[in-house]
């Protein structure tokens, strides 16, 4: 997870306004928006929230709103709105009213349990995969740094042939990512995983690293 508060009063002490892309962030760990003191914060709601695909929110802080306009125009008087910026057009409204059972269903498991569910089966494969010396962790494993998500690369393995191997074998969904820096897959179980599930993932990276 990025410095987002260490970043954001660095750039608040300079003047400088600033977005944070959450898109991750809502609904997979604890905190507040107003936490990181932003201009602009931008979240997705189909990700961790699991509501529908095209949900998110935006947060302007309010001094910035009237500078700040949609690509839809709204009138003038909601210049100091933050309304405005639901003037979209035409939009599927029950996708919208779907929004209060992802909610609903997600405060009743509570952030802080929710999270901690996240990383115990993230940590179910990672501990196991960690102890095979060809498998290499780009992503940090500590509670303070990561949650759910992690990426790794397998010495000696095609990894975008083994994203194709783990789906069309066994079923299993991962991203295959390439940076001009490093190469893995991205792993992200979520809250309906099972450690059963969890440890046929690792199973089947194992058998995929056997198989060379």
Same mark, same amino acid.
């Given at each position: 997870?990025?410095?987002?508060? =260490?970043?954001?009063?660095?750039? =608040?002490? =300079?003047?400088?306004?600033?977005?944070?892309?959450?898109?991750?962030?809502?609904?997979?760990? !604890?905190?507040?928006?107003?936490?990181?003191?932003?201009?602009?914060?931008?979240?997705?709601?189909?990700?961790?929230?699991?509501?529908? !695909?095209?949900?998110?929110?935006?947060?302007?802080?309010?001094?910035?709103?009237?500078?700040?306009?949609?690509?839809?125009?709204?009138?003038?008087?909601?210049?100091?709105?933050?309304?405005?910026?639901?003037?979209?057009?035409?939009?599927?409204?029950?996708?919208?009213?779907?929004?209060?059972?992802?909610?609903?269903?997600?405060?009743?498991?509570?952030?802080?349990?929710?999270?901690?569910?996240?990383?115990?089966?993230?940590?179910?494969?990672?501990?196991?995969?960690?102890?095979?010396?060809?498998?290499?962790?780009?992503?940090?494993?500590?509670?303070?740094?990561?949650?759910?998500?992690?990426?790794?690369?397998?010495?000696?393995?095609?990894?975008?042939?083994?994203?194709?191997?783990?789906?069309?074998?066994?079923?299993?969904?991962?991203?295959?990512?390439?940076?001009?820096?490093?190469?893995?897959?991205?792993?992200?179980?979520?809250?309906?995983?099972?450690?059963?599930?969890?440890?046929?993932?690792?199973?089947?990276?194992?058998?995929?690293?056997?198989?060379?």
């Amino acid at each position: 997870m990025a410095p987002v508060k =260490r970043l954001g009063a660095l750039a =608040r002490a =300079r003047g400088i306004q600033y977005i944070v892309d959450g898109a991750h962030g809502f609904m997979h760990i !604890p905190f507040k928006v107003t936490d990181y003191d932003c201009d602009y914060f931008i979240g997705s709601l189909h990700k961790w929230l699991m509501a529908p !695909p095209g949900n998110g929110f935006l947060y302007v802080r309010r001094d910035r709103i009237p500078a700040l306009w949609p690509l839809t125009p709204a009138a003038e008087s909601h210049k100091a709105d933050i309304r405005k910026f639901e003037d979209v057009g035409t939009r599927t409204q029950a996708n919208r009213v779907v929004m209060a059972e992802a909610l609903t269903f997600n405060e009743g498991i509570g952030i802080d349990r929710k999270s901690a569910r996240l990383r115990y089966l993230r940590d179910r494969w990672a501990t196991r995969l960690k102890t095979n010396p060809r498998v290499t962790f780009l992503t940090s494993l500590d509670p303070a740094e990561s949650c759910a998500i992690a990426t790794i690369n397998i010495a000696g393995v095609d990894m975008p042939k083994m994203a194709a191997t783990l789906h069309e074998e066994h079923g299993i969904v991962v991203s295959h990512m390439k940076h001009p820096k490093f190469e893995g897959i991205r792993i992200v179980p979520n809250v309906s995983n099972s450690l059963r599930e969890m440890d046929y993932f690792a199973e089947a990276i194992e058998d995929v690293i056997k198989k060379g």
